[in-house]
C-alpha cells in the first residue's frame, strides 16, 4: 500500500514537499513514481526513481524545478517540488511497481498507486 501526503495550496514561486510511505509488500517494489491529473487533463509522468540503479527520470516540464528521492529506513520517496507554478496544480500520485526503462514513464510500469494528494497553485 503506499499512502501519499503532503499536499496542499501555495502561491506561484513557492514550495511544497509530497511524501509517499509504503507499506505491506514492499520486497515486490523496485521503483517508485509520481504523476498527476489536472482537471481536465489525463494523468501525466513527473519523476520516478528506480533502486536497481539509483536512476531518476523527470518529465521536461518540472526538471530542474522538482526533486524525486528516498529514505530507505522509512520505505518512503519524497517529491520536492520549487518554483511552482499554477500549470503544476493537479492531484499528484505516487506508484511503485518494478518499472523497467521503457514503461518507468508510463502508468503500465507500475501496479500499486496512491491515493493522490491535491497541490494547488495560485498566481
Known amino acids: 500500500q503506499l499512502q501519499a501526503s503532503g499536499g496542499g495550496l501555495v502561491q506561484a514561486g513557492g514550495s511544497l514537499r509530497l511524501s509517499c510511505a509504503a507499506s505491506?509488500?514492499?520486497?515486490?517494489?523496485?521503483?517508485m513514481g509520481w504523476f498527476r491529473q489536472a482537471p481536465g487533463k489525463e494523468r501525466e509522468f513527473v519523476a520516478a526513481i528506480r533502486w536497481s540503479t539509483n536512476t531518476i527520470y523527470y518529465a521536461d516540464s518540472v526538471k530542474g524545478r522538482f526533486t524525486i528521492s528516498r529514505d530507505n529506513a522509512k520505505s518512503t520517496v519524497y517529491l520536492q517540488m520549487n518554483s511552482l507554478k499554477p500549470e503544476d496544480t493537479a492531484v499528484y500520485y505516487c506508484?511503485?511497481?518494478?518499472?523497467?526503462?521503457?514503461?518507468?514513464?508510463?502508468?503500465?510500469?507500475?501496479?500499486?498507486w496512491g491515493q493522490g494528494t491535491l497541490v494547488t497553485v495560485s498566481s
Open positions: 506508484a511503485g511497481g518494478r518499472p523497467i526503462t521503457s514503461t518507468i514513464r508510463r502508468e503500465v510500469g507500475y501496479t500499486a
Open positions: 505491506g509488500s514492499i520486497f515486490s517494489i523496485n521503483g
